[in-house]
């Protein structure tokens, strides 16, 4: 590979990393259920997945779109602030009202893969951010790059992609000794309460 290429790839992989690494609902979702160990290849896929169709959506195009339809962005808007608003309510019920241990979690939710995909799902497309950050940023320092060096940025923010959610769900599991304290869940449901709240307070104001 010539250093045009691996300069553009590796210009992709960080700013890739710099819009992905961040703690937002989608990551809190999947960093709860990691510590238990639940579904994990089918979440680090899915958003691996979903990241590497929009970052080429917005690479090839798309970007320009979407950010100039104030329709779609409004749907993105409303119904992602009403999703995050809902899903915050119950991680603040369960820090005040439930008590959880890694066992009781993992039997409470056997056989849940299918609401674990809806909810990864609604955590997904549901929140503008993923619209903003991968099709609309990335999209628009991708259309700056030459167009025969642009499909080495989107593979290096692809990679960042893959790499970051793969990392973040596989290695979730070295909290697990943390928590088997009760309180350790009530914690971070109270913590993932708040981002979720934030994230829509955000996308309203």
Known sequence: MTIPILLTFFKGVGIGAGLIIAIGAQNAFILKNAIIRKHVF???????????????????????????????????KYGGAAFLFY????????????????????????GSLNRTIV?????????PHLYLDTVVLLGSIGAQIAENLRIYFTLGAICASFLWFFSLSY????????????????????IIGVIMWSIA???LL
């Open 119 to 127: 909810t990864l799902l609604a955590l997904s497309f549901l929140n």
């Open 42 to 76: 089918t979440m680090s896929i899915m958003c691996s997945v979903i990241d590497a169709a929009m970052i080429y959506l917005g690479v090839s195009g798309a970007g320009h779109f979407i950010s100039n339809n104030n329709y779609l962005l409004n749907i993105a």
């Open 171 to 190: 290695g979730a599991r070295y909290l697990s000794p943390l928590f088997q304290k009760p309180v350790s869940w009530k914690i971070l449901d109270g």
């Open 201 to 203: 307070a955000s996308l």
């Open 87 to 110: 899903y915050g309510a119950r991680s603040f019920y369960s820090a005040l009202y439930l008590k959880h241990s890694i066992d009781d979690e993992n039997v409470n939710d056997t």
